[in-house]
């Protein structure tokens, strides 16, 4: 075929996503420098970086900022928790098993955020399957209140985000020799020794990309601790949101969108630095 | 039979407990779906169909629904075009550039995509596209985009290119490889590609939400709406269990039939 064919090919779905995807991430960082005109969406003339200032001024935008940052960190170390296991079980097993695990993990994914958290409203509500089960089992008397609660949120976000962590675990787990485990206990190493010395370096590399995922997710989410905190935990993703889509003041949103793209790049940028530094450890070892 | 061993077990355990947790919500909202009490409550004293009889009757749900339907399948077919075109020349042949192309092509599955909605919000505010099905439809191609891209790659990788060599040798003219060879092997991974470019538009909420105008509401931001103000309407539970549930079914038939989990 003519050399001009795969430019033929890439161009539509290329310009698609350059066009449309990355180019209005330009826009953002020209409107963060930009205010509007009073009572009016329009910008005013000349740049300034006020909106960063307001936003350092701010003690409430500070506080959402660090509450998202420990809200993610604990979703990224509990999805973590949780799906290390099973994503170790999903690599060593096999056949159908292994295929309806993974099939059931994408579910959450495609389902989009919003009625997995409508399911979670009715899960964890004061009359929910939670605290029903609790009272007839007698286990307690009034309701736990989960909604509007930090905890709340966090159950939501490790519930949407856990399939983010479990697949490029299961991608690196699947790579390691099944036998690794029978073979570091047959020299006498015990099971949890094995783990920590076998499996979690090994796991390394997808341990990296799942938190990579999960923070970022987790960091710029809204929909879930919007629902789940019933508007009381105000995390970066719902303010960005309000402003963007209630207030209307889209300049001092594009700066929230700037300052979350900036923490991202960063914590993209450790971790690939980190991965790196492991890859080197092992080179040397 | 070999001898379960503790550790064995407990990862079993473990495993079940993680997928009940992730699963809860799901179920649970089917569930509560079948509750006839205007407020859901665990146990349930009846269940009933009221909701979903309500569902269908409800006219300004199905507005919303239609919405969603006619930009997930407009978005789709973009998405299946484009994203499987591109995947084809990511596989078959090599040029400059082209860690680079990927990385442009799945770049909406790793960047946030409220923030680049709150860029697109005030660009279509510019271009006076904002509320437009064009503009809904282009912003739902992209986000869609990548998983065809990834699903057809995979797809492709597995497609013996000797085969199309063969044919072409034999004097097939290049339109009658692709229609006669390369179509019908990739159909499972269209299927697939296809599948997912639907669900993730017709459940999208985080794009939608914040460029959606008045006249092309969708369901799920009319009902994020609703959830923001006036609670929880039960109609909208029997609804959204419907779509849960075609989910489920969608993800086992995928898997059973067109190995789904062997795309990704």
């Known amino acids: 075929m003519r050399s001009s064919t795969p430019l033929l090919f890439l161009l539509p779905a290329v310009a698609l996503s350059a066009v449309v995807f990355l180019a209005p991430f330009a826009w953002l960082i020209y409107a963060s420098f930009k205010t509007q005109g009073a009572g009016s969406l329009l910008m005013a003339d000349g740049l300034t ?28 170390l509990l999805t973590l928790v949780v799906g290390l296991p099973v994503a170790r079980l999903i690599a060593t097993g096999s056949g159908r098993a292994k295929g309806l695990l993974l099939a059931l993990m994408l579910v959450p994914l495609v389902c989009g955020a919003l009625l997995p958290s409508l399911g979670m409203i009715h899960l964890l509500g004061p009359l929910g399957v939670v605290n029903g089960t609790l009272k007839l089992l007698g286990l307690t008397t009034s309701s736990i209140k989960f909604l509007g ?61 799942g938190a990579v995922l999960v923070f970022s997710a987790a960091f710029t989410a ?39 793209l900036v923490a991202i790049g960063l914590a993209l940028i450790l971790s690939a630095q980190f991965d790196r530094l492991l890859r080197r450890r092992r080179l040397a070892a | 039979m070999k001898r379960l061993s503790p550790g064995r077990a407990l990862q079993l355990l473990w495993t079940a407990l993680a997928y009940l947790f992730l699963l809860a919500p799901i179920l649970v909202l089917i569930l509560a779906s079948f509750d006839p009490s205007k407020f859901f409550r665990f146990p349930p004293r009846s269940l009933s169909l009221v909701w979903y009889e309500g569902a269908l009757a409800s006219g300004e749900y199905r507005s919303a629904l239609t919405a969603s339907a006619i930009i997930a399948l407009l978005a789709g077919i973009i998405s299946i075009t484009t994203g499987s075109l591109a995947a084809f020349a990511l596989v078959r042949f090599d040029f400059p550039g082209k860690r680079l192309i990927e990385a442009v092509l799945l770049a909406p599955l790793v960047l946030p995509l409220i923030v680049w909605a709150i860029a697109l919000l005030q660009i279509y505010a510019v271009l006076g596209m904002s509320g437009t099905l064009l503009g809904l439809v282009l ?79 969708t369901f799920p931001v009319r009902l994020f709406s609703q959830l923001r103000s006036e609670g929880v309407d039960p109609i909208t539970l029997a609804i959204g269990a419907t779509i849960i549930a075609v989910i489920l079914l969608a993800a086992i038939i995928g898997e059973y039939t067109l190995k789904w989990s062997r795309h990704l």
């Open chain 1, 49 to 76: 970086v006020k909106n960063y200032a307001r936003l350092v001024a701010d003690s409430y935008f500070a506080a959402a900022f660090v509450r998202t940052i420990g809200l993610s960190a604990l979703t990224t």
């Open chain 1, 149 to 209: 609660t930090t905890g709340g949120v966090v159950l939501g976000l490790v519930q949407a985000f856990l399939p983010l962590m479990v697949l490029p675990l299961v991608n690196t787990l699947s790579r390691l020799p099944r036998d690794v485990e029978h073979a570091a206990s047959s020299l006498g190493a015990s099971p949890l020794r094995v783990w920590r010395r076998v499996i979690l370096p090994l796991a390394m590399p997808g341990i990296v990309a």
């Open chain 1, 222 to 260: 809204f929909v879930t601790p919007q629902v789940l905190g019933q508007g009381k935990i105000a995390t970066f993703g719902t303010v960005a949101y309000q402003q963007a889509a209630l207030v209307l003041d889209w300049p001092f949103a594009s700066t929230l969108a700037v300052v979350v």
């Open chain 2, 139 to 217: 912003a739902h191609a992209v986000i869609t985009v990548p998983y065809t891209v990834r699903i057809m790659v995979s797809t492709f990788e597995r497609i013996d290119p000797s085969l199309e060599a063969a044919a072409s040798s034999l004097g097939a003219p290049p339109l009658a490889v692709a229609r006669r060879i390369v179509l019908p092997l990739a159909i499972p991974g269209l299927v697939t590609s296809a599948a997912f470019s639907l669900l993730i538009s017709f459940n999208d909420v985080i794009v939608s939400s914040l460029i959606a105008g008045a006249r092309w509401i």
